[in-house]
């Protein structure tokens, strides 16, 4: 499939009224500081639905201004030195493109990662003139489009990300802001920034050259759930209830990770994999739901490597360990009294694995799960999308998202060649998952 993407305009749009000189200046808070300077990329696809290209780009960006007045920091810049956002309303980045060719074809068949690369910007890097977000409109001949979201994770976590881009879609469908909810720009007064920031995360991740997109659909999910039930990891005849498709479909791709690090190192070694885990509504702290920005904790399950029982790389065993560390990381929320105290205890589980992944005996693998979050509630007056998805990343990481239908996962896999030639010819992989 060979479809030319043309862009045919590139703006700034700015919000529609002016930020107050008091809210010129945000501080970003110290779990924004432990984010990795990245912009993560969503593409969100509608089909053709009898509206006309002319208006519908006028909506798109009369409704981007408006609810920029709401999300008025996403309009700033990140200065580092400062650590703050300089609300300076120079806007975001918004781009226009043509593409030679229709929605369908792209809709069937093997995903073409390279087009999909070509909707929206690649390879954005931080600095003090990087707009926080970019938005490229890509217009298919049939009329269908193809919406390419890149936010910065500085001052965005998943739940902030989705906030932004519905309540963008409920000012385009309804015509203005007024019933919108507002979000609140408050977590450094929980969280103020530190002097001293601990090595993030994301300095273990390791270059991908190949990004490949693994379904597992309803029926495959079902399986996995039974197979997984059986029994209790450390007890044989303890049944354990139904999990999660989240956890049974990282419990399985873990399981063809840890089998490609032992063909390629000759052994089985230690290794640890990150989930996140949204904070909001799980600490002592008296943070409002709608509180933007980073507000998530990363969860460790780790493997033990030659030593450890081969039951333990069974399905089920790897579940409860994803299990435990999940239930773990949201218990401990509830434990410190003070931001400082939480920070604390985020920044020091991040300083350990570092530690660990920097010895080079232990592998490292970051999960990212999108499921459950709403992007398919996204509904800009012409329907909801009909399929929602990331693009090529340069570094090693497993993004999670939910299939249309809501029953099935999505795995998204950048992985270096060598890695993933073993990883897609797994054997667990062969008999569970679709690839694309």
């Given at each position: 499939?060979?479809?030319?993407?043309?862009?045919?305009s590139?703006?700034?749009?700015?919000?529609?009224?002016?930020?107050?000189?008091?809210l010129?200046?945000?501080?970003?808070?110290s779990?924004?500081?432990?984010?990795?300077?990245?912009?993560?990329?969503?593409?969100?696809?509608?089909?053709?639905n009898g509206?006309?290209?002319?208006?519908?780009?006028?909506?798109?960006?009369?409704?981007?201004?408006?609810?920029?007045t709401?999300?008025?920091?996403?309009?700033g810049?990140?200065?580092?030195?400062?650590?703050?956002?300089?609300?300076?309303?120079?806007?975001?980045?918004?781009?226009?493109?043509?593409?030679?060719?229709?929605?369908?074809?792209?809709?069937?068949?093997?995903?073409?990662?390279?087009?999909?690369?070509?909707?929206?910007?690649?390879?954005?890097?931080?600095?003090?003139?990087?707009?926080?977000?970019?938005?490229?409109?890509?217009?298919?001949?049939?009329?269908?489009?193809?919406?390419?979201?890149?936010?910065?994770?500085?001052?965005?976590?998943?739940?902030?990300?989705?906030?932004?881009f519905?309540?963008?879609a409920t000012?385009?469908?309804?015509?203005?802001?007024?019933?919108?909810?507002h979000?609140?720009?408050?977590?450094?007064?929980?969280f103020?920034?530190r002097?001293?920031?601990?090595?993030?995360?994301?300095?273990?991740?390791?270059?991908?050259?190949?990004?490949?997109?693994?379904?597992?659909?309803?029926?495959?999910?079902?399986?996995?759930?039974?197979t997984?039930?059986g029994?209790?990891?450390?007890?044989?005849?303890?049944?354990?209830?139904?999990?999660?498709?989240?956890?049974?479909?990282?419990?399985?791709?873990?399981?063809?990770?840890i089998?490609?690090?032992?063909?390629?190192?000759?052994?089985?070694?230690?290794?640890?994999?990150?989930?996140?885990?949204?904070?909001?509504?799980?600490?002592?702290?008296p943070?409002?739901?709608n509180s933007s920005?980073?507000?998530?904790?990363?969860?460790?399950?780790?493997?033990?490597?030659?030593s450890?029982?081969?039951?333990?790389?069974e399905?089920?065993?790897?579940?409860?360990?994803?299990?435990?560390?999940?239930?773990?990381?949201?218990?401990?929320?509830?434990?410190p009294?003070?931001?400082?105290?939480?920070?604390?205890?985020?920044?020091?589980?991040l300083?350990?694995?570092?530690?660990?992944?920097?010895?080079?005996?232990?592998?490292?693998?970051?999960?990212?799960?999108?499921c459950?979050?709403p992007?398919?509630?996204?509904?800009?007056?012409?329907?909801?999308?009909?399929?929602?998805?990331?693009?090529?990343?340069?570094?090693?990481?497993?993004?999670?998202?939910?299939?249309?239908?809501?029953?099935?996962?999505?795995?998204?896999?950048?992985?270096?060649?060598?890695?993933?030639?073993?990883?897609?010819?797994?054997?667990?992989?062969?008999?569970?998952?679709?690839?694309?």
């Amino acid at each position: 499939m060979n479809m030319k993407v043309q862009i045919l305009s590139k703006k700034f749009i700015k919000p529609a009224n002016p930020t107050p000189p008091h809210l010129r200046s945000l501080q970003i808070s110290s779990i924004d500081q432990l984010s990795p300077p990245t912009h993560v990329p969503s593409v969100l696809y509608y089909p053709a639905n009898g509206y006309e290209n002319d208006k519908t780009r006028k909506l798109l960006e009369k409704s981007l201004s408006e609810i920029l007045t709401l999300y008025y920091p996403l309009a700033g810049r990140y200065i580092k030195e400062r650590q703050l956002i300089d609300c300076n309303d120079q806007g975001v980045e918004y781009l226009e493109a043509q593409v030679d060719g229709k929605l369908a074809q792209l809709l069937t068949g093997e995903v073409n990662m390279e087009l999909l690369t070509n909707f929206i910007p690649y390879g954005i890097l931080e600095s003090a003139t990087t707009p926080l977000i970019i938005v490229q409109v890509n217009m298919f001949n049939c009329g269908g489009l193809a919406v390419g979201i890149r936010c910065a994770h500085r001052i965005t976590d998943g739940f902030t990300g989705t906030a932004f881009f519905n309540s963008w879609a409920t000012a385009c469908r309804v015509g203005g802001i007024d019933d919108i909810s507002h979000p609140i720009f408050d977590l450094a007064s929980f969280f103020p920034p530190r002097e001293n920031v601990p090595a993030a995360l994301h300095q273990t991740y390791r270059r991908a050259d190949i990004t490949r997109r693994f379904v597992f659909n309803k029926a495959a999910v079902a399986s996995l759930k039974a197979t997984a039930k059986g029994v209790d990891a450390c007890d044989s005849t303890t049944p354990k209830r139904q999990p999660s498709r989240v956890a049974v479909v990282t419990a399985l791709l873990w399981k063809a990770l840890i089998g490609v690090s032992q063909a390629r190192h000759g052994r089985s070694r230690p290794s640890i994999l990150s989930h996140l885990v949204n904070m909001r509504g799980k600490t002592a702290l008296p943070i409002s739901e709608n509180s933007s920005g980073n507000l998530c904790r990363n969860a460790f399950a780790r493997f033990g490597g030659e030593s450890c029982d081969k039951k333990l790389i069974e399905l089920h065993a790897l579940v409860g360990l994803v299990n435990d560390a999940m239930r773990d990381a949201v218990a401990s929320c509830l434990k410190p009294k003070n931001g400082n105290d939480l920070c604390s205890m985020v920044s020091d589980s991040l300083r350990e694995v570092c530690e660990e992944y920097e010895k080079g005996e232990t592998d490292v693998y970051m999960f990212f799960s999108w499921c459950r979050l709403p992007f398919y509630e996204t509904d800009f007056g012409w329907g909801k999308p009909i399929w929602v998805s990331t693009t090529r990343v340069p570094v090693e990481i497993v993004y999670l998202v939910d299939t249309k239908d809501g029953d099935g996962v999505e795995a998204w896999m950048h992985l270096d060649e060598k890695n993933m030639l073993l990883f897609q010819d797994h054997p667990d992989i062969i008999a569970f998952a679709s690839q694309t």
